[in-house]
């Protein structure tokens, strides 16, 4: 199941959401996930491997579609806007970095870097984290603030996802 969405936003202003992690859809679906995203050349493809394998492909495009599509997108101009998500596990699992990406308020409070550092046995690693930490702080309430002042996010969300950073 698709654990995180990344939207996207076109240098025409066109937005488009992908889902990033396992395709159940595509898994029942096949090739009509493609289709109805516009993306026909991956319809053609997964259409053609699913005839020849008598339906295996299936299978194997329900783990890799969601990933192929995002890479498409962004190989046709399209930048990052926002997530909703575990961080590094959108980076890891869609293979792209996010650093400079803004970050919807439903998942503040859900980013590893957020995790507490009592855990850490080494002091040489909790200050290390303490000071990214620090820098990322900053870096997080001037994107909250990019986002309501774009009106992406309403005045509710942005003083709840500013309580959440705050925490």
């Not at 192929?68 to 926002?82: D, F, I, P, R, T």
């Not at 000071?131 to 309501?148: H, I, K, V």
């Not at 996802?161 to 925490?167: C, D, E, H, Q």
């Amino acid at each position: 199941m698709a654990f995180a969405t990344i939207k996207l936003k076109s240098k025409n202003g066109g937005t488009k959401e992908a889902p990033v992690g396992f395709s159940w859809t595509t898994l029942f679906f096949s090739f009509w996930v493609p289709l109805t995203r516009g993306d026909w050349m991956w319809a053609m493809i997964m259409f053609i491997a699913i005839f020849i394998t008598f339906g295996i492909a299936g299978i194997l495009f329900g783990f890799i579609y969601n990933r192929l599509y995002l890479e498409g997108l962004l190989k046709q101009g399209y930048s990052v806007k926002s997530y909703i998500g575990d961080k590094r596990s959108i980076e890891l699992s869609a293979q792209i970095k996010l650093s400079n990406s803004r970050q919807e308020s439903g998942s503040y409070g859900s980013d590893a870097k957020f995790e507490s550092v009592s855990s850490e046995k080494s002091t040489s690693r909790s200050s290390l984290r303490k000071a990214s930490r620090s820098n990322d702080f900053t870096g997080e309430l001037e994107e909250l603030q990019e986002l309501y002042e774009d009106g992406t996010l309403s005045e509710e969300q942005f003083k709840r996802a500013k309580k959440k950073l705050l925490l």
